[in-house]
């Protein structure tokens, strides 16, 4: 079984915070990841990571069995698709919802370069429709609701046919009938027998769609527990992670915690 993600040891350190500590962490190939944590846990630097948009202060990253600092990152960011509030700041204002998803073929954001093929433009424009955002295509990225602008991008994410999908809180900001959508297209998504490796950072459990196997729960920095679902996500393993008391209820695949 190949790995597609591996962490040794990791650690980010900025100033005197550490920001992760000794992450230890694979992911294989056929396995769906979530990750678990409270705001400030460390996780979007743990994406960043991944996502080969950051390089650790110690510790060995490899990424589709390159190791980070021994490669091309420019050669590497095709094959891994990222949808993280993290990219959205250096979006210019007038970027259109299209040119969002056709510029990730490029790995940058702003559309520098005029000599796009036309087949990049279609499958931009049908994996915006595929998301149910195929009517905004030519609105400005700025001026889209919180769930148009999730989907665009995913369907950003999704443009190079990525070998590892990661999507960091993909349902923050979205309503309920927004979020179930999204849970269901992305279950519809992941469980498709070409979908990519993929991975969920979220902080609200009932975002976790029911196709997902393994969870790593995260707390400053430090990985508290990490393996299958069914066995690691815990009442006690949550409480861990949160430091509050809480109750883990499973219904029909679907998760949502209590505080006692
Ligand atoms: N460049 C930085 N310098 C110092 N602290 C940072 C920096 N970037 C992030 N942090 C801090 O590191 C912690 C982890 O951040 P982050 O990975 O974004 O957490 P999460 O995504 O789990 O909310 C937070 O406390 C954040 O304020
Ligand atoms: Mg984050």
Do not use: C
């Given at each position: 079984m190949s790995?597609?993600?591996?962490?040794?040891g990791v650690?980010?350190?900025?100033?005197?915070?550490?920001l992760?500590?000794d992450?230890?962490?694979t992911?294989?190939?056929?396995q769906?990841?979530?990750?678990?944590g409270a705001?400030g846990?460390?996780?979007t630097t743990?994406m960043?990571?991944?996502?080969?948009?950051m390089?650790?202060?110690?510790?060995q990253v490899?990424?589709?069995?390159e190791?980070l600092?021994?490669?091309d990152?420019f050669?590497?960011?095709?094959?891994?698709?990222?949808s993280?509030?993290a990219?959205?700041?250096?979006?210019?204002?007038?970027?259109?919802a299209?040119?969002?998803?056709?510029?990730?073929a490029?790995g940058v954001t702003?559309?520098?370069r005029?000599e796009?093929?036309?087949?990049d433009?279609?499958r931009a424009?049908?994996?915006?429709?595929?998301?149910g955002?195929?009517?905004?295509f030519d609105r400005?990225f700025?001026?889209?609701s919180?769930g148009?602008?999730?989907?665009v991008q995913?369907?950003r994410?999704l443009?190079?046919d990525?070998e590892?999908?990661?999507?960091?809180?993909p349902?923050?900001g979205l309503d309920l009938?927004g979020?179930e959508?999204?849970?269901?297209r992305?279950d519809?998504?992941?469980?498709s027998p070409?979908?990519?490796?993929?991975i969920l950072?979220?902080h609200?459990?009932?975002?976790?769609?029911?196709s997902f196997t393994?969870?790593?729960l995260l707390?400053d920095?430090r990985?508290?527990?990490a393996?299958?679902?069914?066995?690691?996500?815990?009442s006690e393993?949550l409480t861990?992670t949160?430091?509050v008391?809480?109750?883990?209820h499973?219904?029909?695949?679907?998760?949502?915690?209590f505080?006692?």
């Amino acid at each position: 079984m190949s790995a597609v993600l591996d962490m040794r040891g990791v650690s980010v350190r900025r100033g005197r915070k550490l920001l992760l500590d000794d992450v230890t962490w694979t992911v294989h190939e056929d396995q769906r990841w979530v990750v678990l944590g409270a705001n400030g846990a460390g996780k979007t630097t743990l994406m960043q990571l991944a996502a080969a948009r950051m390089h650790p202060t110690t510790g060995q990253v490899s990424i589709l069995d390159e190791a980070l600092g021994t490669v091309d990152v420019f050669e590497l960011r095709p094959l891994i698709g990222f949808s993280s509030n993290a990219l959205v700041g250096s979006v210019p204002p007038q970027e259109t919802a299209l040119n969002m998803v056709v510029t990730a073929a490029y790995g940058v954001t702003g559309r520098w370069r005029e000599e796009y093929e036309r087949m990049d433009e279609r499958r931009a424009f049908e994996l915006l429709n595929a998301w149910g955002v195929g009517t905004v295509f030519d609105r400005p990225f700025a001026t889209l609701s919180e769930g148009e602008r999730k989907r665009v991008q995913i369907a950003r994410a999704l443009m190079t046919d990525p070998e590892l999908l990661i999507l960091d809180e993909p349902g923050a900001g979205l309503d309920l009938g927004g979020r179930e959508s999204l849970v269901r297209r992305t279950d519809e998504l992941i469980t498709s027998p070409t979908a990519p490796t993929t991975i969920l950072v979220t902080h609200h459990l009932e975002e976790i769609p029911p196709s997902f196997t393994h969870v790593l729960l995260l707390r400053d920095g430090r990985v508290v527990d990490a393996g299958p679902i069914e066995q690691t996500l815990t009442s006690e393993s949550l409480t861990k992670t949160f430091d509050v008391e809480l109750t883990l209820h499973r219904r029909n695949g679907r998760y949502s915690a209590f505080a006692d």
